[in-house]
């Protein structure tokens, strides 16, 4: 898995003059629909998705990786430690603890929905020291998602900035990930409440779409075989 905690793609960024970009993964909710924590899933190939998309988001250049998650964390914690991603000897979830590029935070009230796991990525971006300038928010649940279709969204308009709002769309159905630059986050973070995440915020603030239906299908998985829908 050395190839999931490469940072050279993020000191690239910083050598080429770009806005420094953070990444967000939501991997807290209990996947009632899907019969596990999704941050537990695994493909194929056996690699879990919340190593593999952490990876998407290093590729990408997004340092650091901030990775919110909630039930069953202690197990989600282990893959990240399995993978090389965070340090297994140091305390679990003390806090946002910044470790090879990955900040694990335990969103404290994730069962109340994905508002609270988004509330708790966009706060722990905030109390980052240093100047980034947006983040990229990504679920778990993409496991297609690669980090050409990333770097589309990083590189659109004229690039990142503080008032950078783009999301990347398939077919043009919107999807992930979404791009926040800083100016948004506090009121973003206002506006969030239940099981709704930054949809309503993208769409009354004239979001800026980014096809990328040519790289990936963008779809998020919410079932899987055997497990009755509740």
């Known amino acids: 898995m050395a190839d999931m905690v490469d ?34 899933a695994r493909g194929a190939d056996g690699v879990p998705w919340l190593v593999r998309t952490a990876g ?5 250049g997004c340092a650091p990786v901030i990775v919110v998650l909630g039930a069953e964390s202690a197990a989600a914690v282990e893959l990240l430690a399995e993978a090389g991603l965070i340090d297994g000897s140091a305390p679990a979830l003390a806090g946002p603890e910044a ?9 404290a009230d994730w ?15 905030l109390s980052l020291a240093g100047a980034v300038a947006a983040v990229v928010v990504v679920p778990v649940d993409v496991p297609d998602l690669d980090a050409a279709t990333v770097t589309r969204v990083l590189d659109a308009d004229a690039g990142v900035t503080r008032d950078s709002l783009r999301q990347a769309v ?10 926040i630059g800083r100016a948004h986050w506090e009121p973003l973070r206002a506006q969030l ?12 603030h004239d979001v800026f779409p980014v096809e990328c239906g040519d790289l990936t299908t963008g779809a998020d998985v919410d079932t899987r075989p055997g497990v009755p829908e509740a």
């Open 7 to 40: 940072a050279d793609a993020a000191r690239d960024r910083a050598d080429a003059g770009k806005a420094p970009v953070a990444g967000i993964l939501l991997a807290a909710g209990a996947g009632s629909r899907f019969g596990q924590p999704k941050a537990l």
């Open 56 to 60: 998407v988001l290093r590729a990408a």
């Open 99 to 107: 470790d090879r590029g990955t900040v694990v935070v335990q969103a």
């Open 111 to 125: 069962a109340d929905g994905l508002s609270a796991s988004l509330r708790a990525g966009i706060g722990t971006a």
């Open 170 to 179: 398939f077919g043009g159905r919107p999807g992930h990930p979404v791009l």
């Open 193 to 204: 409440t239940g099981d709704t995440g930054a949809r309503p915020y993208l769409r009354s």
